[in-house]
């Protein structure tokens, strides 16, 4: 017996060898990130070019900066680079559904615009991504921010929010909001939809039946704009968001298929 969710360690390999596209898609989401976005794609291109077949999907999540002229500008000595462009601004989770919807590549990886992520830790989870993958049900790596370089009210805010929801939720992930993560594409598919769902995927990953774990990754502080969540703004959308999960998982069930 097998669950029927999970996507076979054997199959996932052969699909990615035999994959003519890009291997890889990373994905941003970003909104008014015009002074952050060009200096962080150009780190990406850097750590990438000569390791993977990739691409980058930046989904511009309906800016009122300069940021699309920046990304015209970069998109000239880009190759791998594709830009979408929201009308109105979605939100976070929104844009990153665009992006991974529009991805060609089998493993997504997604980090955040404001350049805080380090992208040379993107190897690093590929490699874990992969091994695990590889020889098991794993479907995610989630970065876990070591020495957070960011104001201290949004230190402890997030502390207090990670332990709240790992208590409710047993996802077993330390820092479900590290915007840096790699995980299979179509598992990402298979989950519930809902906005803000991306500060959640660990435990919709667990509640289909497939493996998550978590890899210490850098924190930067930020070099240009400003944030664009306010604290107590999150901690009551989130608390309502966790309740939502909850319902989620109590109402899940997974049929076990004899083949």
Not at 25 to 44: H, Q, R
Not at 80 to 90: E, G, M, N, P, Q
Not at 180 to 202: C, G, I, N, Q, T
Request: contains cysteine; positive net charge; charged residues 25%.
């Amino acid at each position: 017996m097998k669950k029927s969710p999970a996507i076979s360690s054997t199959r996932a390999g052969r699909a990615e060898t035999a994959h003519s596209g890009p291997a890889v898609s990373v994905v941003i989401a970003a909104k008014n990130e015009a002074e952050a976005i060009g200096p962080l794609l150009d780190e990406i291109e850097a750590v990438l070019d000569g390791r993977e077949a990739y691409e980058i999907i930046v989904v511009d999540d309906g800016s009122t900066d300069t940021m699309l002229d920046v990304l015209a500008g970069v998109a000239v000595h880009q190759p791998h680079l594709r830009v979408i462009r929201h009308k109105k601004s979605c939100g976070q989770s929104a844009g990153v559904r665009t992006g991974i919807l529009a991805a060609e590549g089998r493993i997504i990886v997604t980090l955040d615009g404001d350049g805080q992520n380090d992208p040379a830790d993107i190897p690093g989870l590929l490699e874990t991504y992969r091994a695990g993958a590889a020889t098991g049900d794993l479907r995610m790596v989630a970065g876990q921010r070591v020495k957070r370089q960011d104001v201290w009210i949004k230190r402890v805010s997030s502390k207090i929010a990670n332990g709240v929801r790992s208590r409710l939720l047993r996802d077993s992930t330390p820092d479900t909001g590290c915007g840096l993560k790699v995980f299979d594409r179509e598992a990402f598919l298979r989950l519930p939809w809902f906005d803000h769902m991306h500060r959640f995927l660990p435990a919709l990953m667990l509640r289909e039946g497939y493996a998550v774990v978590s890899a210490p990754v850098g924190h930067r502080p930020r070099s240009a704009g400003v944030s664009k969540y306010g604290t107590w703004d999150r901690l009551w959308v989130g608390i309502v968001d966790i309740l939502g999960v909850a319902w989620l998982q109590s109402r899940a069930k997974r049929p076990e298929i004899i083949e």
